[in-house]
């Protein structure tokens, strides 16, 4: 596809999400009364919702050219229609992944809203609106004959396939517990984030790769075939954690209110997230 086409694809595909944006305004849960919430009183006041922001494919989307908005992604329309909802505008706060979290009780802003995992040491300082998830997908030659046959994640734990990863890699104890029966290839100096070379090289017959960089691998190496194969696999479930914007402990009424707005926008959401998937 050549580079008109694709912006031509891709500015249809943000009408498409923006057409469902606006059908579903009209049905977002109302913002809590004054007095409800001193979170939102805070808000309502200062006139600014502050969100603390840093670019995290596909969710957020920072745009570096000084040309345009300067975020964009699930993330950015989310905070966007709670903004919206309180008549406020958003306010966006620059933090790091030492800071992100920290920022929160400080009261330095009032989301995090660059995307995070939901982990149980997380939960501890913080509460989390859920709106997407990280997973990963086993993918391999497509005429590779015993790869070819399987169709489901689970039958790649068995001693006639190689999988292959790379050592001190986040997948690496996934793999060991996931494929116990397997054979295991740990690699080193890989060039990538996914060890593909090895793929190619008939040395393994499958490995794993996050499945948000999966459709753009997809479409650079010809001849591949991925696991779970629904959906391009956006829908996997392996190794998943879920994904979402933080805030402070201790705001209830603030909390179920933004799950609410997040459970309304879901389908513009995905929508958005998937744009920005086949974008990449």
Known sequence: MNIINRMAAFGFGLAVVMASFTALAQDMPTAPAEGASPRIDAIRKAGVLRVGVLANVPWLIENTTGSGPQWSGPAWLLASEYA????????????????R???????????????????????KVVDFVIYSQTSVCMFGRADNPAFAAITSVDELNDPKFVIAYITGGGEEPWIKERFVN???????????????????????????????????????????????????CQDSTEKAAPVGLAIDKGQDVYLEWLRAVSKAMEPTLLADERRIVDSL
């Open 84 to 99: 919206k909802l309180l008549g406020v505008e958003v306010e966006p706060v620059a933090v790091s992944n030492e800071t």
């Open 101 to 123: 979290i920290p920022v929160l009780a400080s009261n330095q802003v009032d989301m995090t809203i660059t995307a995070l995992a939901q982990t149980e040491e997380r939960l």
């Open 182 to 232: 397997a054979q295991l290839r740990g690699i080193t100096g890989a060039s990538s984030t996914a060890p593909i070379e090895e793929i190619m090289a008939r040395r393994a017959d499958a490995v794993a790769i996050n499945r948000v960089t999966w459709p753009s691998l997809n479409k650079k190496v010809k001849g591949l075939k991925v696991l779970p194969a629904e959906n391009d």
